[in-house]
């Protein structure tokens, strides 16, 4: 049986008829419901769990609690002690965890149907699964990462600035052979957007290997609000995003201030960078037009108060902000790297990656067309629905359910064979 590549968009297909409910072994190296893709692993344990999936989690440490059912053992934690990962080293932790998972594993036999896992903490888990011939996924929450240090290098290089020490993409060998190791190892990876799959594709990787799932929104979190978004003069545009060079802040920079939006408009920053891209951009960061919250809790309620979300990444796993945007009725503006929800002319505008011409443009239209201002964000609140963290659940079960099938299918052909 031969898997074809899980489009994200459109409705679920029908399920595969299993008697049982789908085991999942689910391994997460970090702390899980912290911030960035410790919520995007808490947010898919629980929609796999509300899809009907029977869900044990592995996670370094626990940080949010799980709805009831799902079942949690941290790896590097018991109780309130935990082991520190900053004084251990973050590879060392990652591998220790993998340690512990793997040997769980194989007490496991009989009673997991698939292992879900993450980067940098799963060659040993991956090796087991193999040995008891359990399928298994490895999640790519990111681009391929040789090519997001490409791009981040050449980024740094075309600005002439040094590459920053506290650059969060600064190239590291280690992390990248521990990968592809995990690569080769995982059955199938696990890829949130067309754009990820092509630069796996482009690395080399076959296509048959690459399976699409979604990320989503919470819709009890961003949601619309017709009176926080009053009708004004000037536009209000967001961005937010925690790593500015990758995330392309300083082309929204060059693009809010090259379009006359900004001459009545407001455009804010959520999110940090670093000391070198503050002194590189200040005459950008510091126009009048410009407001810089730093890191904020309020980014639903901002969302629902924006226009427009700037997102014109370099790279990008799916862009979160993005589904959110949708949910909160706020128009995108996202390069050709962002997930493929923001849909040219239909639920946002999508520019080339680096096209600052272009988003300026983009920016422009906007600004002297509120009709069609409204009617992308009514076009966003239509599509929200089919991106929520709900129906990424739905749909990464449904990709289990195929790679199960498929696992069984190869098995019975080679037992025929013999």
């Given at each position: 049986m031969k898997l074809e590549v899980v489009k994200a968009t459109g409705g679920p297909r029908p399920l595969i008829d299993f008697s049982d409910r789908v085991r999942v072994l689910y391994s997460f190296p970090h702390k899980l419901g912290a911030d960035r893709i410790c919520y995007t692993a808490w947010q898919q344990v629980k929609g796999l769990a509300n899809a009907g999936a029977d869900v044990l989690v592995f996670p370094g440490a626990l940080h949010r609690t799980v709805q009831e059912g799902v079942r949690v053992q941290p790896t590097l934690a018991r109780g309130k002690f935990r082991l520190p990962y900053k004084a251990l080293g973050?590879?060392?932790?990652?591998?220790?965890?993998d340690f512990i998972v793997a040997r769980r594993l194989r007490e496991l036999r009989g009673q997991v149907d698939i292992v879900h896992t993450w980067p940098s903490g799963a060659v040993r888990t991956l090796k087991v699964a193999v040995e008891m011939g359990i399928p298994s996924v490895l999640e790519r929450p990111s681009a391929n990462t040789q090519f997001v240090y490409d791009t981040v290098r050449q980024e740094y290089e075309r600005l002439s600035m040094p590459l920053a020490k506290e650059e969060e993409f600064r190239p590291c060998q280690e992390v990248v052979t521990l990968e592809e190791e995990e690569?080769?190892?995982?059955?199938?990876?696990?890829?949130?957007s067309d754009f990820v799959v092509r630069t796996f594709q482009d690395s080399g990787f076959p296509k048959e290997?690459?399976?699409?799932?979604?990320?989503?929104?919470?819709?009890?979190?961003?949601?619309?609000?017709?009176?926080?978004?009053a009708a004004t003069r000037g536009l209000k545009v967001l961005f937010v995003g925690f790593s500015a060079l990758i995330k392309g802040l300083h082309h929204a920079l060059a693009a809010w201030l090259n379009s006359p939006a900004h001459r009545t408009g407001t455009f804010v920053i959520v999110g940090t960078?670093?000391?070198?891209?503050?002194?590189?951009?200040?005459?950008?960061?510091?126009?009048?037009?410009v407001v810089v919250l730093g890191r904020r809790d309020d980014v639903p309620d901002l969302m629902r108060k924006s226009d427009i979300l700037l997102l014109p990444s370099l790279a990008e796993g799916y862009g979160l902000v993005v589904a959110e945007a949708l949910g909160s009725g706020c128009v995108p503006l996202a390069s050709e790297a962002c997930t493929e929800i923001c849909r040219h002319m239909v639920t946002g505008l999508v520019h080339r990656v680096g096209d600052v011409q272009t988003l300026t443009q983009q920016i422009t239209l906007l600004h002297e067309d509120r009709g069609l201002l409204a009617r992308l964000s009514a076009n966003c609140l239509s599509a929200a629905p089919n991106v929520t963290w709900t129906a990424a659940g739905t749909k990464l079960l449904q990709v289990y359910r195929d790679v199960i099938a498929a696992k069984r299918a190869g098995a019975g052909a080679a037992a025929r064979k013999t």
């Amino acid at each position: 049986m031969k898997l074809e590549v899980v489009k994200a968009t459109g409705g679920p297909r029908p399920l595969i008829d299993f008697s049982d409910r789908v085991r999942v072994l689910y391994s997460f190296p970090h702390k899980l419901g912290a911030d960035r893709i410790c919520y995007t692993a808490w947010q898919q344990v629980k929609g796999l769990a509300n899809a009907g999936a029977d869900v044990l989690v592995f996670p370094g440490a626990l940080h949010r609690t799980v709805q009831e059912g799902v079942r949690v053992q941290p790896t590097l934690a018991r109780g309130k002690f935990r082991l520190p990962y900053k004084a251990l080293g973050s590879m060392r932790s990652l591998a220790l965890h993998d340690f512990i998972v793997a040997r769980r594993l194989r007490e496991l036999r009989g009673q997991v149907d698939i292992v879900h896992t993450w980067p940098s903490g799963a060659v040993r888990t991956l090796k087991v699964a193999v040995e008891m011939g359990i399928p298994s996924v490895l999640e790519r929450p990111s681009a391929n990462t040789q090519f997001v240090y490409d791009t981040v290098r050449q980024e740094y290089e075309r600005l002439s600035m040094p590459l920053a020490k506290e650059e969060e993409f600064r190239p590291c060998q280690e992390v990248v052979t521990l990968e592809e190791e995990e690569f080769r190892l995982a059955d199938y990876l696990l890829c949130a957007s067309d754009f990820v799959v092509r630069t796996f594709q482009d690395s080399g990787f076959p296509k048959e290997k690459l399976l699409r799932h979604q990320y989503g929104f919470d819709d009890a979190v961003y949601r619309p609000d017709s009176q926080a978004r009053a009708a004004t003069r000037g536009l209000k545009v967001l961005f937010v995003g925690f790593s500015a060079l990758i995330k392309g802040l300083h082309h929204a920079l060059a693009a809010w201030l090259n379009s006359p939006a900004h001459r009545t408009g407001t455009f804010v920053i959520v999110g940090t960078f670093t000391r070198d891209f503050e002194r590189r951009f200040r005459s950008l960061l510091s126009d009048p037009s410009v407001v810089v919250l730093g890191r904020r809790d309020d980014v639903p309620d901002l969302m629902r108060k924006s226009d427009i979300l700037l997102l014109p990444s370099l790279a990008e796993g799916y862009g979160l902000v993005v589904a959110e945007a949708l949910g909160s009725g706020c128009v995108p503006l996202a390069s050709e790297a962002c997930t493929e929800i923001c849909r040219h002319m239909v639920t946002g505008l999508v520019h080339r990656v680096g096209d600052v011409q272009t988003l300026t443009q983009q920016i422009t239209l906007l600004h002297e067309d509120r009709g069609l201002l409204a009617r992308l964000s009514a076009n966003c609140l239509s599509a929200a629905p089919n991106v929520t963290w709900t129906a990424a659940g739905t749909k990464l079960l449904q990709v289990y359910r195929d790679v199960i099938a498929a696992k069984r299918a190869g098995a019975g052909a080679a037992a025929r064979k013999t």
